[in-house]
C-alpha cells in the first residue's frame, strides 16, 4: 500500500515520487542532485507527513549541498513571506506580467457601471489586456472558494464598458483571478464557466502561476536564506522587490545598516540565485 502523506489543507494522498522530481528540477537541480534528493527523502519517508516536512528536508538536503538551487526550491514559502498585506504580491505579479512584455498598473481605480472598483493589477500590449484581482495568503492550506470566482465575475460585468488605457485594445473584455495558493474545485469549474482566467500556483497543469515565475527568472528577495524577514521588508517597502533588484541597486543594501562585507555576500547570494 502506497504511503500516504498530508497535504497542507488536511486531505491525504499518496506519496508520488514524480511530483517531488519536478518540484526539484524546476529549482534548477541537476539530475544528479535531484537523484539525491530524492533517494534521502524516500529513505526517512514515513505514513502521515506532511508535505511541509518534506519540503523542508528536501530544502535542508539542497542547501546542505550548497545549491543556488536551494532557494529556488524555496520559492512558495518565499511569495507567503511577502505579506502580511497582499500589496508586495500585486506588485510581484506586475513585475512578472511585464517580463512577458506588457505594461502594467496596480491598485487602479475605474468607475464600473454600477460601483467603483480597485483593481489589484492592469496589464496591456500591443495585442492584448486584461485586469486581475490578486489574492494572497499567508499560508498554503487556504484556498480560493467558489464565492470569490462569483465577486470577480460579477465585478468583470460591472466594468466591462470601462477601459484601462487609451489603445483599442484596453477595453475591459477579461478578468484574472489569481492566487498564490490553489483554488477549490467549485471555483475552478465556476470560474471556467463564467470565462475568468484562473491562475493559482498549480493551475492550470500548464503556464500556471510556479511555470511563470520559472519561466521568467524573477525571484522575491524573501527566498534569500541571508536576509532576516524584517531586513527584506524593509527592502520591500523601499521598492526592491526582486533578488534582480538588489544586484541591479545595491546600494540600496545600505538601509539595512550592514558591514560592506555582509552586504557584499548578499549580493554574491542574490546572483547565485539568478545564475
Same mark, same amino acid.
Request: glycine letters at 4%.
Given at each position: 500500500m502506497p504511503i500516504q502523506i498530508i497535504? &497542507?489543507?488536511?486531505? &491525504?494522498?499518496?506519496?508520488? /515520487? $514524480?511530483?517531488? !522530481?519536478?518540484?526539484? !528540477? !524546476?529549482?534548477g537541480a541537476s539530475k544528479e542532485e535531484v537523484t539525491q534528493v530524492v533517494e534521502h527523502i524516500q529513505s526517512s519517508l514515513q505514513d502521515g507527513m506532511h508535505t511541509q516536512q518534506i519540503y523542508r528536508q528536501a530544502f535542508q538536503h539542497l542547501h546542505d549541498l550548497e545549491l543556488p538551487a536551494a532557494a529556488r526550491y524555496s520559492l512558495r514559502r518565499a511569495l507567503f513571506n511577502l505579506g502580511p498585506t497582499g500589496f508586495p504580491f500585486e506588485s510581484f505579479l506586475a513585475r512578472l506580467f511585464e517580463t512577458e512584455g506588457y505594461q502594467t498598473r496596480v491598485g487602479v481605480e475605474i468607475d464600473g457601471q454600477c460601483a467603483r472598483h480597485e483593481l489589484d493589477v492592469a496589464a496591456y500590449k500591443d495585442d492584448h489586456s486584461f485586469v486581475a484581482e490578486a489574492k494572497f495568503h499567508s499560508r498554503p492550506g487556504i484556498k480560493s472558494d467558489l464565492q470569490v470566482a462569483m465577486y470577480s465575475y460579477a465585478r468583470l460585468l460591472d466594468l466591462k464598458k470601462q477601459r484601462i488605457c487609451t489603445e483599442d485594445v484596453c477595453g475591459i473584455t477579461e478578468f484574472w483571478l489569481i492566487t498564490n495558493t490553489k483554488f477549490t474545485s467549485a471555483a475552478s469549474r465556476y470560474g471556467n464557466c463564467a470565462g475568468l482566467t484562473m491562475l493559482s500556483w498549480n493551475y492550470p497543469p500548464r503556464n500556471n502561476l510556479h511555470d511563470r515565475i520559472q519561466r521568467a527568472g524573477?525571484?522575491?528577495?524573501? /527566498?534569500? $536564506?541571508?536576509?532576516? &524577514?524584517?531586513?527584506?521588508?524593509?527592502?520591500? $517597502?523601499?521598492?526592491?522587490?526582486?533578488? &534582480?533588484?538588489?544586484?541591479?541597486?545595491?546600494?540600496?543594501?545600505?538601509r539595512l545598516h550592514l558591514s560592506e562585507e555582509k552586504r557584499a555576500a548578499l549580493v554574491r547570494e542574490a546572483k547565485n540565485i539568478l545564475t
Open positions: 497535504k &497542507a489543507d488536511g486531505t &491525504a494522498e499518496p506519496f508520488k /515520487v $514524480e511530483k517531488l !522530481r519536478r518540484s526539484l !528540477r !524546476r529549482s524573477i525571484y522575491p528577495v524573501t /527566498v534569500m $536564506e541571508n536576509l532576516s &524577514a524584517t531586513q527584506a521588508q524593509i527592502l520591500i $517597502e523601499n521598492g526592491i522587490l526582486l533578488c &534582480a533588484d538588489i544586484v541591479e541597486h545595491p546600494h540600496a543594501l545600505k
